[in-house]
């Protein structure tokens, strides 16, 4: 044929019926270790010797109690509750911050007052929350100069492995962090694929995790 041909014969390699079985049967195995293994994954649970923990101020009330055995049981000296503006029912809230109630719910069931210190957003944070709640921890640990070897930060459930991550690169990684975490009672974690709310949330961490552990690249 001549150079101003219109079409042309070209040979091409398609997938055999064995080869597509081979494809469905990887992508169902890859699918269920996912299943199987996202939860555990994400809900990372790697303690370090520490006498200070950070507690994400928007852990739920069943999550109080636990808190407070593992901070009494250990040599805890000191708790940081970060704290984010609430957004519901402000007007009729007596506290500016999540972190604050936090540390009064704490209180009431009979924790020390004198070894918590709320550090809270001042602003409307509605981005990298979790980043800049560890940024806003690091700046008060240094204007208290305060910067230990090791600290433990409790989580709730699938965040634990993203909030880790953010605080270990908020602090530029010269601390090192442990992670505790507190199971969601909100769904059962092994058959979170059963309710919604477990569907969406480990679904939403997942996404977030590849997110912050990829294309995260903050500016400061």
Known sequence: MGKF???RKKERW?????GKVLILTLFIILAWL????????LAQNSPVNSEIMIMEGFLPDFA???VMKIFNEGDYKLMIITGKKVIKGATLFPYENDGQFTAAILGRLGFDRDKIRVVALEDDI????????ALAVKNWMEQNDLMPAEINLVSLGCH???SRFLFEKAFHHKIE???IAIEDKSYYPSTWWSTSYGFKNVLEETIAWVY?????YPGH
């Open 160 to 162: 634990c492995r993203r």
């Open 34 to 41: 996912f299943v199987k293994n996202s939860y555990s994954f």
């Open 212 to 216: 912050a552990r990829f294309f995260f």
């Open 64 to 66: 109080m109690q636990e």
């Open 126 to 133: 509605r981005k990298d929350r979790t980043w800049y709640s």
């Open 14 to 18: 398609s997938t055999t019926w064995l």
């Open 5 to 7: 041909a219109i079409f």
């Open 177 to 179: 962090f442990g992670i």
